[in-house]
């Protein structure tokens, strides 16, 4: 062989293999690209699924809560009522020695009809329609002031709009869920509520001076039970907001809510 | 001499790329690059002024960089990898070059030869590595982008670099004892060409996520 006709020969050899790499790596690369395209649609079915099935959750947990609300109402509260009525009628019949006792059975017994009120009322989601997103909200922290065991601040600033139903249900139950959370855990005196309605986004912050937690330690626990936090964040993602908790033991907590005006989205 | 320039200034870039992304290198490993390339470009100059001065063979030179070099792949795919029976493989490989190329300077083509058969070797054994490594990115299963990870700008660059090198450093000695390429031509064209291609593709491979993103915005 000669001399050039080797070099000749290592030469092409040389650039059939770069060229096979190269077609190696296009192989691959667009093998990826497809891959890409069914891991992306894969997980835009799953995430749709997982709203739907938290959307149909919700549906459900409002119906239920709505059966609940109904059967406080008109059942039981009711039948409390027609006893209290039955009190006020023993009234004068009664020796006076056992008259305290009854007058205090019959405040305690309008304290019990006026707490299953509220609650039937916080349950129905029609309240939210009647009194606006913010208006449940001061309720809400009406109660608890009625408790007698925090003291509470509301604060609204911005011009107030209306977001629908659906959102303002959302972020409702979420601050309701919220301040149970400071009623079980908080061991709080003071529990504060902001809404800011900017131009771009609502924003509700919910603080409180108790003993706050370790959010980290709280997000692995809840991951495996898949209660409480991870339950708020799903039902944010599901009207495309956000929630922020942010918590030092010690030093209270203090969680935003953030939800892009519906038209920005 | 041109081809050592252009090789030189090939690596120079990619020298003073790694140290421009020095602080942003991730990975952490990348952050070795900036040592490697100094190191890199300073035997290919050293070897090449040995010889101009002193008139003397640089084989010597070159053949205790590549098994340096070799070991700091070995390094960098052993931090590359996921998988633990890939970084096995890649283990065994390895002690099996070193081992071959100890044997070849004691026994084989000597410490003032050039050692072809070694270059061979490692050259086969890290066109290994980077297929393990596509091999890895075509069986994950997570949604990746190429084009952002510096692990495959790099794994490309070595993979072009040996796959074009193999069959003329393969065919060294041979050439050089037959004075097939006595001017040194097509070796400059194959290598220089081949330094060129990988020292760019490190060098994008420092910025890529920079570039990727002013893309997307």
């Not at chain 1, 907590?253 to 892009?260: A, F, K």
């Not at chain 2, 790694?18 to 470009?41: C, D, H, N």
């Not at chain 2, 070991?71 to 096995?88: E, P, Q, R």
């Amino acid at each position: 062989m000669e001399k050039n006709e080797l070099l000749t020969y290592i030469i092409a050899t040389t650039a059939i293999l770069v060229l096979l790499g190269a077609f190696l790596l296009f192989v691959l690369l667009w093998y990826r690209r497809n891959k890409n395209q069914y891991i992306k649609e894969k997980q835009h079915m799953q995430s749709t699924l997982n709203q739907t099935l938290l959307q149909t959750r919700l549906e459900i947990q409002e119906e239920t809560f709505k059966t609940i609300s109904q059967e406080i109402h008109d059942n039981i509260g009711q039948a409390l009522s027609f006893v209290k009525l039955s009190l006020n009628m023993m009234d004068g019949r009664i020796p006076p020695d056992i008259k305290e006792k009854l007058t205090e059975s019959k405040e305690l017994l309008g304290k019990t009809i006026q707490d299953l009120r509220d609650i039937a009322r916080s349950l129905n989601p029609d309240f939210l329609s009647d009194s606006g997103l913010y208006g449940a909200i001061e309720q809400q922290l009406q109660l608890l002031e009625k408790t007698g065991e925090y003291k509470t601040t509301f604060n609204v600033m911005g011009i107030v709009y209306k977001n629908s139903q659906q959102r303002e249900l959302v972020l409702f139950r979420i601050v309701q869920e919220l301040l149970n959370n400071i009623i079980k855990h908080a061991e709080a005196t003071t529990v504060n509520v902001l809404m800011n309605y900017r131009v771009d986004k609502l924003s509700i912050t919910v603080s409180d001076n108790g003993k706050g937690f370790d959010t980290s330690a709280v997000q692995v626990t809840e991951k495996n039970n898949g209660l409480g936090m991870r339950n708020m964040l799903n039902r944010m993602s599901m009207i495309k907001g956000y929630i922020t908790i942010e918590s030092t033991p010690g030093e209270g907590t203090t969680s935003i809510i953030e939800l892009p005006k519906e038209t920005d989205l | 001499m041109v081809y050592i320039i252009i090789g030189t200034i090939a690596i120079l870039i990619s020298f003073i790329a790694s140290i421009v992304q020095y602080k942003k290198a991730e990975p952490l490993w990348l952050r070795l690059f900036p040592w490697y390339l100094g190191f890199t470009m300073t035997i290919q100059l050293g070897g090449y002024l040995y010889s101009h001065f002193l008139l003397k063979s640089n084989y010597f030179i070159f053949n205790i960089q590549q098994i340096a070099d070799f070991v700091f792949w070995v390094y960098i795919f052993l931090k590359i990898y996921k998988t633990k029976g890939v970084k096995v493989v890649l283990l065994g490989l390895a002690a099996f070059a070193i081992i071959f190329s100890g044997y070849n300077i004691i026994a084989g083509e000597g410490f003032y030869n050039f050692n072809s058969k070694t270059s061979t070797i490692i050259s086969i054994v890290l066109l290994i590595f980077s297929l393990l490594y596509f091999a890895e990115l075509f069986v994950n299963n997570n949604r990746i982008n190429y084009f952002t990870i510096p692990t495959f700008w790099i794994c490309t660059g070595l993979f072009f670099f040996n796959l074009g090198s193999i069959i003329y450093l393969g065919l060294f000695n041979y050439i050089t004892s037959h004075k097939l390429d006595e001017d040194g031509k097509i070796y400059g064209v194959i290598i220089v060409t081949l330094n060129i291609l990988m020292y760019a593709l490190f060098t994008i491979g420092f910025f890529c996520r920079t570039i990727w993103k002013k893309m997307s915005y």
